[in-house]
């Protein structure tokens, strides 16, 4: 989580073991600076040499959840998606 700053930083997966992973991901949403409770979940491919990018808005966060591709972990990440997200509008 941040203050009042937006920020915008790198996180290296070269903490990875070898392999594919499922990064489950909880982030703010484009109008998260103007509507706290605007996130998004989305959900993607990782390997050791991928890099994510951490955008949070101010006063905002992101949380991800890694596990190893077609592991039973796997699926509980997948199908944990939580309460829908608000619809966001650009404005």
């Given amino acids: 989580?941040?203050?009042w700053?937006?920020?915008e930083l790198?996180?290296?997966l070269t903490f990875l073991p070898a392999g594919t992973f499922t990064a489950a991901i909880w982030q703010d949403?484009?109008?998260a600076a103007r509507y706290g409770s605007d996130?998004?979940?989305?959900?993607?491919?990782v390997t050791a040499s991928d890099t994510l990018r951490i955008k949070m808005a101010a006063g905002?966060?992101?949380?991800?959840?890694?596990?190893?591709?077609?592991?039973?972990?796997?699926?509980?990440?997948?199908?944990?998606?939580?309460?829908a997200a608000p619809a966001?509008?650009?404005r």
Avoid at 39 to 45: A, I, K, L, P
Avoid at 63 to 81: F, N, Q
Wanted: proline share 11%.
């Fill in 29 to 31: 949403g484009p109008n």
């Fill in 5 to 7: 700053t937006p920020r």
């Fill in 88 to 90: 966001a509008e650009a």
């Fill in 10 to 12: 790198p996180l290296p």
């Fill in 1 to 3: 989580m941040t203050d």
């Fill in 39 to 45: 996130w998004q979940r989305v959900e993607r491919r």
């Fill in 60 to 83: 905002g966060g992101w949380v991800a959840r890694l596990a190893l591709a077609g592991s039973d972990l796997e699926s509980t990440v997948s199908s944990r998606s939580g309460p």
